[in-house]
């Protein structure tokens, strides 16, 4: 819920930040703005909430620790590339195949209840698909709207 509260904050700020000083609002910028500082945030929540998020990863997989620093990482390069106009619709792209890899592991973690803030199972469980998939769904649009498409 909290990085959706970013992204909506951060997209009016810009927006009329960006009005105040060119006296037009320009949408896909003040998206990609938000996105960027939306990722920015999730990324910190990567080295804050380590442990449950690594319960979050297939049992199958290895080096899990490893895994959620490289993804932090990863969205902070990709948080970069929303803003550099060159690298904006590469970005665009990639964060999209990004929010689509994740899903998985929002499911486990709501059928396992895994809370990954605390890394315990005492999460909101398979309800909170009911928010968590159009979430996703909402954030692979809004990459497309602001990165892609314009």
Known sequence: MKPLFVL?????????????????????????IAMAVMLVFTAIGHFAFTKGMTM??????????????????????????????????????????????LL?????AA???????TGTFDGNGPNYLWFRIPLQILFIAWTYASAIKF
């Not at 960006?18 to 006296?23: A, E, P, R, V, Y």
């Not at 998985?104 to 486990?108: F, H, L, R, S, T």
């Not at 059928?111 to 803030?117: K, P």
């Open 56 to 101: 979050m990863l297939p049992d199958f997989i290895p080096f899990k620790t490893e895994i959620i620093y490289l993804t932090a990482i990863i969205e902070v390069i990709a948080a970069l590339g929303l803003v550099i106009p060159s690298f904006r619709v590469w970005t665009g792209w990639a964060l999209i195949l990004f929010f689509i890899l």
């Open 8 to 32: 909506l904050g951060t997209f009016v700020i810009s927006l009329l930040v960006i009005k105040l000083f060119t006296k037009t609002f320009d949408y896909p910028l003040s998206g990609r």
């Open 111 to 117: 059928i396992q209840h895994i809370d990954y803030q």
């Open 104 to 108: 998985p592991g929002n499911v486990k």
